[in-house]
C-alpha cells in the first residue's frame, strides 16, 4: 500500500509499504477514504516532535471503510464507514472508566513526554504520533491498523460525507473540549487566539452554545474573515493590533470572561525564547499564554487546546493568581465526545466541512504538507483522499 512517510525535517515521502493485517482480537483495519492533514503532523514535518523515526508513517485524523475486523469486534463490520478518535483507549483503566480517554494508561506503553515524575504510567497512545506516543503507523496512509476497536471507531451516518467526518477524528473534540473547559456562560465573552481548525471551531462551538461576543486573533487576514463570516467573530490581527489592550478596551476595561489559546508552543515568541527553545531550554514559545493571561478578566477561565511540553519560559502565574484566574489545559478525551458532535452535524449546528479549502491525493501529499507549511493558497484545512484524480 501507499503512505504518507516522515524521512527527515520538512522532508515526507510517498512509500510503498506492507499492508497492516489483524493484530489483536479487538484491531480493525480500515481503508482510508479521506486523511485529515493537521497542527500536529505540522509539528512533526517541522522536526519539533521526539521520537520520530525515520519512514513512521503520519497521520492522526482519518475515516474509511472496515476491510477486516478481529474476532473479538462487536459492533463494527467489514464494509462499515468508521471515524477513527486520534486517540487510542482502552475502555477498562482507572482513566478510561472515568471517560479521561486521553490519560488511558494502557494504549501506550512508551515513555511518554512528561520530563518529571517519572514513574506516572503515559497518557493515551495517538496514531501517526511517534514512539513516545505508541508508535501506531497513522492514516495517511491507504490502510490503517485500529486498536481497541470496540472502543474508539464509530460509524458514521448514512448522508454524512468525508469533509465532515474527517472533523470528528480530532479538531472538532479538541474544539468543544476547549470550549467546555471554559465553562461558558449565556452572554460571556469569548477571546480565541489562533484562527486555524481549532479555533474556528471552537469559535463555531461557542456560537452554537450562546457566547455573545466572541473575538478572534491570528496573524492571517484570511482566516480572521472566515471567522468573521462564519461565526460573526471580531477579527483581530496582532500584526497590526495589540490583541491584549484591543480585548481589554473592548470589554469594558475588564477583559474577557474566557480566553482559549488554540495555538501552543508554536506562537513565534522573543528571541531569548527562540534561543532557549533551541538549546532545549524551554518547550517553545510562551507568548501565546501570556498574552491569554493577559486579556482574560479577573476571575475569568483559560482553556489551553493548542499543545505544549516540557518548560515554559515566562509564564506569568503572578498575573494567574492575582487576577484569580481558573485555567484548563490538556489533550482532548476524543471519545467521549464524537457521538455527540456528530449529532451537532447531522442537525446542521456545526458546518465543519466549509472549513476545508483543499483536497489533495495521498500521492501529492508532500506537495499538500509544503502548502500548509507556507501558508499558501488561503489554506484553512487539507483533506488527502487516496487515489484521487485532479
Ligand atoms: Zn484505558
Given at each position: 500500500?501507499?503512505?504518507?512517510?516522515?524521512?527527515?525535517?520538512?522532508?515526507?515521502?510517498?512509500?510503498?509499504?506492507?499492508?497492516?493485517?489483524?493484530?489483536?482480537?479487538?484491531?480493525?483495519?480500515?481503508?482510508?477514504?479521506?486523511a485529515?492533514?493537521?497542527g500536529?503532523?505540522?509539528?512533526i514535518?517541522?522536526?519539533?516532535?521526539?521520537?520520530?523515526?525515520?519512514?513512521?508513517?503520519?497521520?492522526?485524523?482519518?475515516v474509511?471503510?472496515?476491510?477486516?475486523?478481529?474476532?473479538?469486534?462487536?459492533?463494527?463490520?467489514?464494509?462499515?464507514?468508521?471515524?477513527?478518535p486520534?486517540?487510542?483507549?482502552?475502555?477498562?483503566?482507572?482513566?478510561?472508566?472515568?471517560?479521561?480517554?486521553?490519560?488511558?494508561?494502557?494504549?501506550?506503553?512508551d515513555?511518554?513526554?512528561?520530563?518529571?515524575?517519572?514513574?506516572?504510567?503515559?497518557?493515551?497512545a495517538?496514531?501517526?504520533?511517534?514512539?513516545?506516543?505508541?508508535?501506531?503507523?497513522?492514516?495517511?496512509?491507504?490502510?490503517?491498523?485500529?486498536?481497541?476497536?470496540?472502543v474508539?471507531?464509530?460509524?458514521?451516518?448514512?448522508?454524512?460525507?468525508?469533509?465532515?467526518?474527517?472533523?470528528?477524528?480530532?479538531?472538532?473534540?479538541?474544539?468543544?473540549?476547549?470550549?467546555?473547559?471554559?465553562?461558558?456562560?449565556?452572554?460571556?465573552?469569548?477571546?480565541?487566539?489562533?484562527?486555524?481548525?481549532v479555533?474556528?471551531?471552537?469559535?463555531?462551538?461557542?456560537?452554537?452554545?450562546?457566547?455573545?461576543?466572541?473575538?478572534?486573533?491570528?496573524?492571517?487576514d484570511?482566516?480572521?474573515?472566515?471567522?468573521?463570516?462564519?461565526?460573526?467573530?471580531?477579527?483581530?490581527?496582532?500584526?497590526?493590533?495589540n490583541?491584549?489592550?484591543?480585548?481589554?478596551?473592548?470589554?469594558?476595561?475588564?477583559?474577557?470572561?474566557?480566553v482559549?489559546?488554540?495555538?501552543?508552543?508554536?506562537?513565534?515568541?522573543?528571541?531569548?525564547?527562540?534561543?532557549?527553545?533551541?538549546?532545549?531550554?524551554?518547550?517553545?514559545?510562551?507568548?501565546a499564554?501570556?498574552?491569554?493571561?493577559?486579556?482574560?478578566?479577573?476571575?475569568?477561565?483559560?482553556?489551553?487546546?493548542?499543545?505544549?511540553?516540557?518548560?515554559?519560559?515566562?509564564?506569568?502565574?503572578?498575573?494567574?493568581?492575582?487576577?484569580?484566574?481558573?485555567?484548563?489545559?490538556?489533550?482532548?478525551h476524543?471519545?467521549?465526545?464524537?457521538?455527540?458532535?456528530?449529532?451537532?452535524?447531522?442537525?446542521?449546528?456545526?458546518?465543519?466541512?466549509?472549513?476545508?479549502?483543499?483536497?489533495?491525493?495521498?500521492?501529492?501529499?508532500?506537495?499538500?504538507?509544503?502548502?500548509?507549511?507556507?501558508?499558501?493558497?488561503?489554506?484553512?484545512?487539507?483533506?488527502?483522499?487516496?487515489?484521487?484524480?485532479?
Amino acid at each position: 500500500m501507499r503512505a504518507l512517510v516522515f524521512n527527515s525535517g520538512h522532508d515526507v515521502r510517498v512509500e510503498h509499504l506492507p499492508k497492516p493485517i489483524i493484530d489483536e482480537d479487538d484491531d480493525i483495519v480500515v481503508q482510508v477514504s479521506a486523511a485529515g492533514l493537521g497542527g500536529a503532523d505540522l509539528h512533526i514535518y517541522r522536526g519539533q516532535i521526539p521520537g520520530i523515526r525515520e519512514r513512521d508513517i503520519l497521520g492522526r485524523e482519518f475515516v474509511g471503510t472496515v476491510a477486516a475486523a478481529g474476532q473479538a469486534v462487536k459492533e463494527l463490520k467489514e464494509g462499515d464507514r468508521v471515524v477513527v478518535p486520534s486517540v487510542v483507549a482502552c475502555g477498562i483503566c482507572f482513566f478510561c472508566q472515568r471517560r479521561q480517554f486521553a490519560a488511558c494508561e494502557r494504549s501506550n506503553l512508551d515513555r511518554g513526554t512528561l520530563m518529571n515524575e517519572k514513574i506516572i504510567r503515559s497518557g493515551a497512545a495517538f496514531f501517526g504520533y511517534g514512539h513516545f506516543h505508541g508508535g501506531l503507523p497513522g492514516g495517511q496512509a491507504e490502510f490503517v491498523r485500529v486498536p481497541a476497536a470496540n472502543v474508539g471507531p464509530v460509524k458514521i451516518p448514512e448522508g454524512m460525507c468525508d469533509d465532515q467526518a474527517i472533523f470528528l477524528c480530532d479538531v472538532l473534540p479538541t474544539a468543544y473540549q476547549a470550549v467546555l473547559n471554559c465553562e461558558i456562560e449565556r452572554g460571556d465573552s469569548l477571546a480565541i487566539f489562533g484562527a486555524g481548525p481549532v479555533g474556528q471551531m471552537a469559535a463555531a462551538c461557542a456560537r452554537m452554545l450562546g457566547v455573545e461576543r466572541i473575538y478572534i486573533c491570528d496573524r492571517h487576514d484570511h482566516l480572521l474573515r472566515f471567522a468573521a463570516e462564519h461565526y460573526d467573530a471580531i477579527p483581530i490581527n496582532f500584526n497590526a493590533v495589540n490583541p491584549e489592550q484591543f480585548i481589554i478596551e473592548h470589554t469594558g476595561f475588564r477583559g474577557a470572561d474566557c480566553v482559549i489559546d488554540a495555538v501552543g508552543f508554536e506562537a513565534e515568541g522573543s528571541p531569548l525564547e527562540s534561543a532557549m527553545a533551541t538549546v532545549k531550554l524551554a518547550g517553545g514559545s510562551g507568548k501565546a499564554l501570556r498574552r491569554a493571561i493577559a486579556s482574560v478578566r479577573r476571575g475569568g477561565r483559560i482553556s489551553v487546546a493548542g499543545s505544549y511540553s516540557g518548560m515554559l519560559h515566562g509564564f506569568m502565574f503572578g498575573s494567574v493568581f492575582e487576577k484569580n484566574v481558573t485555567i484548563k489545559a490538556g489533550r482532548t478525551h476524543v471519545q467521549r465526545y464524537v457521538r455527540e458532535l456528530m449529532t451537532y452535524v447531522q442537525e446542521g449546528k456545526l458546518q465543519p466541512e466549509q472549513l476545508v479549502s483543499h483536497h489533495f491525493s495521498l500521492e501529492d501529499g508532500p506537495q499538500a504538507y509544503k502548502l500548509y507549511h507556507n501558508h499558501l493558497e488561503e489554506c484553512r484545512k487539507i483533506v488527502l483522499v487516496p487515489g484521487l484524480m485532479q
